[in-house]
């Protein structure tokens, strides 16, 4: 059965700490993993990584893939209160279908 | 737990023609189901807000007549693109919330409109 595991489920940190937001995945027929982050509506569009090992930075996110072992994470650094979100992790399979495969998110907290 | 399935996984139509797609919570009780489209590179667009038993909550610019949404139990809302065209083609995704507000997503369904 396809999986994507997003862990910790939830995390309260404060201003200004380091944060590690785990992925990891059972899929056939990976093409690629994707970041989101869901304040209020939408989802909004972070990362896309295909391939092991390079990572993708945006200011201070960033994230990297590895297809050896299964799993990305997202780091976010010197977190800010506009930070707080829930970051979905999602796999997109390959093949005429290309489902896409959310993981249930963790919830990120971060106090001033 | 918290899954939710799409059906069909992939639908090709005829232009003009409706479609009907399903999205369902298997085990547990969907208070709220969200029906996303996504568009190229990757980001989503949030198209409606369905509530169990009342009318959806349409997003500016998303077309109500064009795309109805059904909520009519706890464990199933349906989404009809009618009258489709090709520029409808796309990956539809819907999510629903039950007791918490955690959205859990469904594996999409792709339309393709000849």
């Known amino acids: 059965e396809d999986k994507v595991v997003q862990s910790p489920l939830s995390l309260v940190v404060h201003e200004g700490d380091t944060v590690t937001l785990n992925c990891s995945y059972e899929?056939?027929?990976?093409?690629?993993l994707l970041w989101y982050k869901q304040e209020k509506k939408a989802p909004t569009f972070l990362f896309m990584l295909?391939?092991?090992?390079i990572e993708k930075k945006s200011g201070r996110l960033s994230s990297i893939l590895d297809k050896k072992e299964l799993f990305s994470i997202l780091n976010i650094t010197a977190t800010q209160t506009g930070d707080s979100a829930v970051y979905l992790c999602?796999?997109?399979?390959?093949?005429?279908?290309?489902?896409?495969?959310f993981g249930k998110g963790t919830k990120l907290s971060v106090k001033p | 737990g918290a899954v939710v399935s799409q059906h069909p996984s992939r639908v090709i139509c005829k232009s003009g023609t409706s479609v009907k797609i399903e999205c369902r919570s298997l085990?547990?009780?969907?208070?709220?189901m969200f029906w996303y489209r996504q568009f190229p590179k990757q980001s989503l667009m949030l198209m409606a807000t369905?509530?169990?038993?009342?009318?959806?909550?349409?997003e500016q610019g998303v077309e109500k007549d064009k795309f109805l949404i059904n909520h009519a139990s706890l464990t199933l809302s349906t989404l009809t693109v009618t009258s489709a065209h090709p520029e409808d083609s796309s990956f539809y995704i819907c999510?629903?919330?039950?007791?918490?507000?955690?959205?859990?997503f469904g594996p999409g369904t792709r339309l393709t409109v000849l």
């Open positions: 999510s629903a919330t039950g007791v918490t507000d955690t959205q859990y």
């Open positions: 899929v056939t027929n990976f093409r690629s």
């Open positions: 295909t391939s092991s090992g």
């Open positions: 999602a796999v997109e399979q390959g093949g005429s279908q290309g489902n896409l495969i």
């Open positions: 085990d547990f009780q969907a208070t709220t």
């Open positions: 369905s509530n169990e038993g009342s009318k959806a909550t349409y």
